[in-house]
């Protein structure tokens, strides 16, 4: 699981103006399809709207918006059968822990987001394989790629905002304003309180999946993992291989447990079958069945009369 949040720079990474480029940007697959935490099918114009209309109190050149990128790994997808209703389903979810992950007591439903999951990714740059000369950039990649790219407001929901300080719920005099790419990290002091931990961030996404979805994830397929193997320290590495290792021999053994239990279970179920295969044999109706024709007993032979001889004369 890859939860990516695009940091600034030109062109549609440029996010001080309005969302328009980016949403027509990601119209270029299939039209429309847009969704939200409780919509569905959202056209594209009234997404553009709906982000560039929620802020207050920001300057020019401040962040209006920010992309979160959901890539789901190969495993992953295979496992939920690439459904997109479900795909939607993990995208709330993550959306509710990145609300969480500011530290600020806000949920999914304090945000302004939509969403669309796209089905294909071409090559880019910073492939290895561009790299090294071995595909073109733009080149379709094989296999599953589906993934889903959402838009956040930085604002929170100011319509929800406007309507629980009027109801008093709320006593603070300015909504909040939310940039994943903050250097706070669960601040306690200062004018800032909360901030956005990226990495933490990564994990509550694979845990969001796990737990929607009852995905049993392998070591060697955690963030935590991958981020050890790059930026962690050689002892470290060594005892994350090590745990992987172990885990791999543990899920061996139970594999092998559950085939010896499935080969002891074989024979009786074939001793089972004759006798729950066996078949009568239908009836004849009489009026089919062969006509014999009776025999008559056997009559016992006469006995043999003797001759009696007179005298001769």
């Known amino acids: ?6 940091s600034a720079g030109k062109g549609l990474a440029q996010r001080t103006g309005s969302s328009g480029g980016l949403v027509d940007y990601l119209e270029k697959e299939v039209q429309g399809q847009w969704f939200s935490l409780d919509r569905e099918d959202v056209p594209a114009a009234e997404v553009t709207q709906t982000l560039d209309k929620n802020k207050r109190n920001l300057g020019r050149t401040d962040d209006k918006y920010y992309q979160v990128v959901l890539a789901p790994s190969q495993a992953e997808l295979r496992h939920i059968g690439s459904d997109p209703e479900k795909l939607r389903e993990f995208t709330r979810a993550a959306m509710e822990q990145y609300a969480a ?7 999914g439903k304090d945000l302004v987001y939509f969403a669309k999951v796209e089905h294909e990714r071409t090559t ?6 561009v790299q090294l000369g071995d595909v073109e950039k733009g080149q379709a990649k094989e296999g599953p790629q589906t993934h889903i790219h959402v838009i956040v407001s930085r604002t929170e929901n100011m319509a929800r905002y406007t ?9 603070r ?4 304003h939310l940039s994943p790419l903050t250097n706070h990290k669960d601040t306690q002091r200062g004018v800032v309180k909360g901030g956005f931990e ?10 969001a999946f796990d737990k929607a979805f009852g995905y049993e994830r392998p070591l060697t397929e ?9 930026h962690g320290t050689p002892e470290q590495c060594a005892a994350l291989r090590v745990q992987a290792i172990q885990e791999q021999q543990a899920a061996q053994q139970r594999q092998a447990v559950q085939q ?4 002891q279970s074989v024979p009786k179920q074939r001793q089972a079958v004759p006798l729950a295969a066996q078949v009568q044999q239908p009836a004849v109706p009489v009026e089919q069945r062969p006509q014999l024709t009776p025999t008559a007993p056997e009559q016992a032979p006469a006995p043999k009369q003797e001759r009696i001889k007179g005298p001769r004369r």
Not at 198 to 207: I, P
């Open 222 to 230: 955690t963030f935590r993992y991958a981020h050890t193997m790059q």
């Open 163 to 171: 309507e629980r300080k009027k109801s008093g719920e709320l006593d």
């Open 101 to 107: 992950n500011f530290g600020k007591g806000i949920e």
């Open 124 to 129: 880019g740059p910073a492939d290895r394989a």
């Open 260 to 263: 010896a239990a499935v080969q």
């Open 198 to 207: 990226r990495k933490q961030y990564s994990e509550r996404a694979e845990q």
């Open 1 to 6: 699981m890859v939860a990516k949040i695009p």
């Open 173 to 176: 005099k300015n909504p909040y």
